[in-house]
């Protein structure tokens, strides 16, 4: 089997028969998904960073910072 393969809609093509084009789209395509996947892992880093954050934040509060809004007072 051909090591410089490419697969795409289950078809498995060989690299080096394509044209010079194609390579390049291929080479692209592979160097964007992979980013893809590191911005996606990056961003459920992110996400649980902020969820432990807020939870944090929430522990540490104190009411004596707690400002009173319109809505409170006037109740």
Not at 15 to 26: G, I, M, N, P, Q
Not at 47 to 67: D, G, H, Q
């Amino acid at each position: 089997m051909v090591d410089n393969t490419v697969t795409i809609d289950s078809k498995v093509y060989d690299l080096d028969k394509l044209s010079d084009e194609a390579t390049l789209a291929c080479s692209l395509l592979q160097e964007v998904q992979g980013e893809i996947v590191q911005v996606s892992r990056k961003l459920d880093i992110l996400r649980a960073s902020s969820i432990a954050l807020t939870n944090k934040v929430k522990e540490l509060v104190s009411e004596e910072a707690l400002v009173e809004t319109e809505e409170e007072t006037e109740t």
